[in-house]
């Protein structure tokens, strides 16, 4: 009787899938590409939001033509975590938005930290320490190098209420996602009078009031819900980070299992009843997008490690497997650091990748691949067991 | 390999588009509480989330306990490293 359509907006491209509740299969799915916008200085990445929407749009599209488009009754948007989209009065996008992987920030994390009181102060009172990848040091990075149009802000949105947004006409957040903008008392779930006043008086004016991740968004404005076919009134739900909703879509609703996503960065994580602040600050505290929390790790180094060394050796997917599973387990005492880009947990910004243990046997392409395999998976594994020292 | 570096059962996910699932049962949720027949979100995924069962594995012994040193050599390298991977 009942369709459920869920989006995921990630950095390079978008997902489209039909569930039908009744049988609780996936019946239709569509992906389509959009762009980084190409050319800026190292360490920024930004992307046109209006992209999303209309590479959003065509999955939607997609997915609406293999299906009874009568019986949709509900859409739910994930996205990218942490990216800053600056609308004006009329909810026009004021410039690109600024996302995850974007690191010119690291002089407004510094600001931010010293205004709040050091390090410990911002974990006492947000629950998070103020990284790169954040909203609220994107916020303070737009006052401090385009003030023009930081006065023209008047809303602040994540990716994912952005796409909320143009479904609905509403400006919406709810807990999870929210929780990765640093503007977020993680603990309580309200909005931190320090980190906002931080940035600057009119930052809280900017965000919209929160809501619990059960709450609706709205329903789909009437003239998107006749381009897809779908019956008016159709639900929006509340949607969540990526994260927050790869959480749902793994069952990891309750208490008791952990998911661990390989990516371009990983990230490893388990729902939890209770807020799980790190003091530490390796494992970050987030809010879940089902009313809970998901304490999280993400490390920097995964599949961009092993791809690397797929291609240096000119290999296939087929040939990586072959190669690295000619050396035994362990890579006979080689392993491999994987810090290629630097790394987040284990705190080392400054670090490099490092092959240990090379001698006459280790020396060979098998025994580097398979090395390189187990040396990103022990990353994740770091997680793991800060994930466990924290009780979670 | 996962599961010897883990030290835990690993499984991989019949779905691999998760975050797009986890939109679709969410709206689902979001919709029986509105509707007022409220279902437990647990209940929804226990139905809908599958793992792909083929792919389960269990920790070896003996890996296991060779990557147990193994993360305990990283853990020692980074912290021996620290210093120099600062300087550099």
Partial sequence: MSLYIGVDSGTQSVKAIALDLDTSRVVAEARAPHQLIGGLPPGHMEAHPEEWVSAMDAVIGEVAAKIDRSRVRGIGVSGQQHGFVPLDGDGRVIRPAKLWCDTSTAPECAILTRKLGGPAAVIRKTGLPFLPGYTAPKVLWLKRHEPANFKRLRHILLPHDYLNFHLTGNYFMEHGDASGTGFLDVRRRVWSEAAMAAVDARVAGCLPPLSPSHEPCGTLRPEIAARYGFPAGTLVSAGGGDNMMGAIGTGNVVPGAVTASFGTSGTIYAYSRKPVVDPKGEIAAFCSSTGGWLPLLCTMNVTGVTEQVRTLFGWSLADLEKNAASAPAGSDGLTLLPYLDGERTPNLPRGTGVYFGLNRTTLGRGHLARAAIEGTTLGMNYGLRRLAALGV | ?88
């Fill in chain 2, 1 to 88: 390999m996962a599961a010897d570096v883990f030290g835990v059962p690993v499984v991989a996910m019949a779905e691999d588009e998760s975050a797009a699932l986890g939109g679709a049962l969410q709206a689902a949720w979001c919709d029986s509480k509105g509707r007022g027949s409220p279902a437990a979100l647990a209940a929804l995924c226990s139905r809908s989330v599958a793992l792909d069962e083929s792919t389960r594995c269990v920790p070896d012994k003996a890996n296991a306990a060779l990557f147990r040193k193994r993360q305990a050599l990283h853990d020692r390298l980074c912290s021996d490293l620290r210093g120099a991977f600062e300087a550099r």
